[in-house]
C-alpha cells in the first residue's frame, strides 16, 4: 500500500503560500498514484463549524480532493485543533475525529493529528475537549460565518502568541525529546510499529528497535510531504 501524508500547513486564504504547498501535495504524481491520502488536521489556520462559506473559500482544495475521490483514492481528513466539526462540509473525504490505523504487512500503522499523543499536557486536554464538545460543535454549525472568522481569527493569533516557537523557522529539540518520550510510552502500551502524527511543528523521524515515530513537522517551513510505500518512509521535497 501506498500512503501521502501532510500535516500542519496552516492555509489562511486559498493564494497564500501555505495553500499553494497543499496544491502541490495534491497534484503530486506520488500523491495521484497512491493508495490513501492521509490530512492529518491543521490544513487550515482557521476553518470551524460546516459552513458553506469554506465551500466558496476555498474550492480548489474541495476540487482536488474531489479528484483524487473520483480516481479511487481515498481521502482522510483528521482533525486537528485548528479546523474541526467540518463533517458537514467534507462530502467525499472520510472525516474522522480521531486517529486511524493500518495493518501493512503484519505490522501496524497509526495515524493521527498528534495531541491525542501529548501525556500530561492536561490544560491542553481541557481545552480540546471544550472546543470538541457537542455543544460548541452545535454553535460552530449555527452562528453566522462573520462570527467564526472574528472569533477564531483571534483564538488562532492567541494561540500563535502562546506557542511562537512552532510558528517560527527553527525546531525545539525540547520538544522533539518530549514527542520522542511520548512516543515510547505508546509503542510500549499500544501494538503499533509505527506512529504518523503532526502537532508539534517539529520534523521527526525516530526509531526504537523496530518502531518508527515520523513527523512532517509545520510543512511551511519542511516543504515535504511524507510517503510510505509498503512500511518504507520518505520525505518528499514539494519543489519550488
Known amino acids: 500500500m501506498k500512503y501521502a501524508v501532510i500535516s500542519d500547513v496552516h492555509i489562511m486564504d486559498w493564494g497564500d503560500p501555505a495553500s499553494l504547498l497543499l496544491e502541490k501535495f495534491l497534484t503530486h504524481p506520488l500523491t495521484v498514484e497512491c493508495d490513501e491520502v492521509f490530512l492529518l488536521g491543521d490544513i487550515f489556520d482557521l476553518m470551524v463549524g460546516s459552513q458553506s462559506n469554506y465551500l466558496k473559500k476555498y474550492p ?26 467540518l463533517q458537514g462540509i467534507m462530502s467525499g473525504i472520510e472525516y ?8 501493512e504487512g503484519g505490522k501496524k500503522i497509526y495515524f493521527g493529528h498528534g495531541d491525542e499523543l501529548e501525556r500530561f499536557n492536561y490544560s491542553y486536554q481541557l481545552y480540546k475537549s471544550i ?21 477564531g481569527t483571534w483564538m488562532s493569533k492567541t494561540s500563535k502568541e502562546h506557542n511562537k516557537k512552532k510558528y517560527q523557522f527553527q525546531e525545539s529539540s525540547d520538544t522533539k525529546a518530549s514527542y520522542r518520550s511520548h512516543m515510547d510510552y505508546w509503542f510500549k502500551n499500544t501494538s503499533w510499529d509505527m506512529i504518523v502524527c503532526g502537532h508539534s511543528h517539529v520534523s521527526d523521524h525516530y526509531q526504537n528497535n523496530d518502531k518508527q515515530y515520523l513527523n512532517n513537522g509545520y510543512a511551511q517551513h ?6 510510505l510505500n ?11
Open 96 to 103: 474522522r475525529v480521531g486517529g486511524v490505523e493500518r495493518s
Open 222 to 227: 519542511t516543504k515535504t510531504f511524507l510517503y
Open 131 to 151: 472546543i470538541r464538545s457537542y455543544p460548541l460543535k452545535t454553535l460552530a454549525n449555527w452562528v453566522p460565518y462573520s462570527v467564526i472568522e472574528k472569533v
Open 60 to 85: 480548489v482544495f474541495f476540487t482536488l480532493t474531489g479528484k483524487l475521490i473520483e480516481k479511487g483514492i481515498r481521502v482522510h481528513f483528521i482533525e486537528g485543533n485548528h479546523d474541526f466539526h
Open 230 to 240: 509498503n512500511f518504507e518512509p520518505e520525505f518528499v521535497a514539494l519543489a519550488e
